[in-house]
Structures are given as C-alpha cells and as structure tokens.
C-alpha cells in the first residue's frame, strides 16, 4: 500500500470514527428520555374485580368499572379519593370528549 | 344517566374523535353459535341504536378509531378456544360498512386493541397456542405482521390491555400475569425500560390527556395504580 492511499485510508477511518461518536452523542438524549414511570399512589376500589378504567378529558376524573362488585368508581385525580355508584356489571368504560360535559360510557351499565 | 340496549354480550366500546358515535363490540353467542357477533352504533345526540350482525363464530370484544375518524377496527376471536383465531376489520365510520379484514393468522386469543397516534400501527396482546403472551403490532393498512414482541417467560395466559401515550412516543400493555406492566418504544418495537410494578392482576390501562399520569386496575388486588410517567 502508499503512504498517500494508507494516509486515505486512516483519514476515513477517522472521519467515520468522528461520525460515530457524534451520532452516539446525538441519540444519548433521547435514550436518556424514557419516563421515570414511578408509582406515586395506590387506590384500593369500592369492590371487587376492576378492569376498564379511563380519565375524563380534563384529566381531573379517574373511572373504574369493578365488574363483580357492581360499581363504577369516580376517583379524583387530585385527592385520590372516589365515590362509587352502582352499576350492573361494568367492565369496560370510555369517556366521551365533550368541553361542557365529561360523559363517561360504560358497557352493561345500569 | 340512561340505558341502552346494544346487543348480547356487550364488551369493549370507544368514541369517535368527534364525539358523535360509539362504537361497542358484540360478542354475541359464539360459543353456541346461536346470536350472531359485531358492532353496535351509538349515536350520541339520540341515543339511537343500530346493530350490525356479523356473524356466528367470532366473538367481537375490541373497537378502536383511527385518528381522523374515517376508519374504525374491529377484533373478533373465534368462539372455540380450541382454534381461537383472530380477526380485524376495517370499517368504513361513514357508512358504518366493513371494509376489508385481516390477521387471520396472527391474531390469535388477542385483547387489549390499540392504534398508534399517526393511526398506522395497530396493536393488540396475543396469546398463541402454547406460547408466551405477545404483544403484536401490525400495519393498519395491510395487517403485515410489523412486530412481535414477547411479553413474559410464563406460557398460557394472555397479557392484557394496551394503551398508547398522547405523544404517540410509547404504548403500555399490562401482564395480568406478571404483575407489572411494559412499556414499548413505538418508534423500535422494542420494550425500553423496566416492567412497572402494578397490583396483582392488571388488566385495564388508561392515560391522562397530558401524558403525565397512568393508571392500572388491577382486578385481583382490587387496586388502582397511578404511575408518574411525566419524565
């Protein structure tokens, strides 16, 4: 090999190293970014077997459908405190976006 | 509060991103093949209903819109646990019709349907034969199988719901049998983190609209979970 073809060939070695680096240190932030997902609270329900669960539009209402107790709860997020009402076997739950009204829709609700 | 009457054996339901209809899934009786599956319309504005039949051997438990709202899927399972495969369909939300289906072959004891922001990615937990839970993501276009992710090490039993982030960035799927709940990178396919410790048994999964707060029902501890996903 010459010396010019060898001192190419590490010259594009370096580049591309520099290349790397850079690449590595541009995609560092972001796979630092994932969330903490840390679990702040733990809300015991009105009774037994919750499956469908949604949050009202504003975020400021939690709804849980506990199917074998007959309940929907209706938790606020801020205080995590809720009040259940009856419910025929819900189980799952939606809630409609509406600016006036957080409407929640459950299946089998009564 | 009122009551409706929208078919046997209702189960999931979503609204329209207008707000207008409600979409839930029939089940109807596909074990005895007796009450036809599908979909009933809820319109909002009259509290109309209108059924839509498919057929006797799919149970139909998942309905999710596309973002716009022009499309909405549809996923049905065979009522025989045995063979237990699944099915999407499209339906066009103007007119109410199905369009096209797919995942025949890779929907199989599926829950826990779920649409990517952009509404090109679908997801949903599946079960197949003799395997781990998976998490499947398919083309919402084609129903390409894009991914499958295996959820757990345990075999037999299927994951859970599935809920995707408003920033489109991440979907969590909770292990019912784990325990916990994962977390997927949508932009890789690939789980990124580490499982989240929920109650025992969680199944249903929702998201606050300004991403910051997830929330788990955990059906055997008979919890709720609310988990800071902020940063």
């Known amino acids: 090999m010459s010396k010019q073809i060898l001192f190419r ?14 690449l590595i240190a541009v995609g560092l932030p972001g796979a630092l970014a994932l969330p903490d997902n840390k679990v ?17 539009p504003n ?21 995590k405190q809720g009040r259940r009402y009856d419910c025929d076997r819900p189980w799952y739950i939606v809630c409609r976006d509406n600016s006036r009204q957080q409407n929640p829709l459950c299946n089998q609700c009564k | 509060m009122a009551t409706l009457s929208v078919g046997t054996s209702p189960n999931q339901l979503a609204v329209s991103p ?14 005895n093949h007796t009450v036809a ?16 039949a498919i057929d006797k051997s799919y149970e139909y438990t998942y ?3 596309s973002a716009d709202g022009t499309k909405a899927y549809l996923m049905a399972q065979q009522g ?15 007119t109410d019709q199905l369009v096209t289906s797919f995942g025949t072959t890779t929907v199989y004891e599926a829950s826990g349907l779920s649409i990517s922001r952009d509404s090109n990615t679908l997801y949903a937990a599946t079960l197949p034969s003799g395997q781990v839970p998976q998490l499947i993501a398919l083309n919402a276009f084609t129903g390409d199988l894009l991914a499958d992710i295996a959820l757990d090490t345990n075999v037999g039993y299927n994951a859970g719901d599935t809920v995707v982030t408003p920033n489109g960035k991440y979907l969590y799927v909770t292990d019912s049998q784990g325990g916990n709940v994962k977390m997927l990178n949508t932009s890789t396919n690939k789980i990124a983190g580490k499982p989240i410790p929920a109650g025992s048994g969680p199944y249903g999964i929702a998201v606050a609209p300004d991403g910051n707060r997830l929330y788990i029902a955990n059906y055997i501890s008979s919890s709720v979970t609310v988990v800071d996903i902020s940063k």
Do not use: H, M, Q
Request: charged residues 15%; glycine residues 12%.
């Open chain 1, 40 to 56: 702040i609270a733990t809300i015991p329900t009105s009774t037994g077997l919750p499956l469908g669960i949604a949050v009202s």
């Open chain 2, 37 to 52: 599956g599908g979909f009933s319309i809820i319109d909002v504005a009259s509290l109309s209903v209108n059924t839509i």
């Open chain 2, 18 to 31: 207008d707000g207008k209809k409600v979409y839930v899934a029939i089940e109807g009786d596909p074990y």
């Open chain 2, 63 to 65: 309905v999710v819109f």
């Open chain 1, 9 to 22: 060939s590490i010259g594009y070695r370096l580049k591309t190293a520099i290349l790397s680096v850079s």
């Open chain 1, 59 to 79: 975020g400021k209402v939690v709804y849980v459908a506990c199917r074998d107790g007959g309940a929907v709860d209706v938790i606020n997020a801020a205080t």
């Open chain 2, 80 to 94: 025989d646990v045995v063979t237990g495969f699944g099915i999407i369909w499209e339906i066009n939300t103007s």
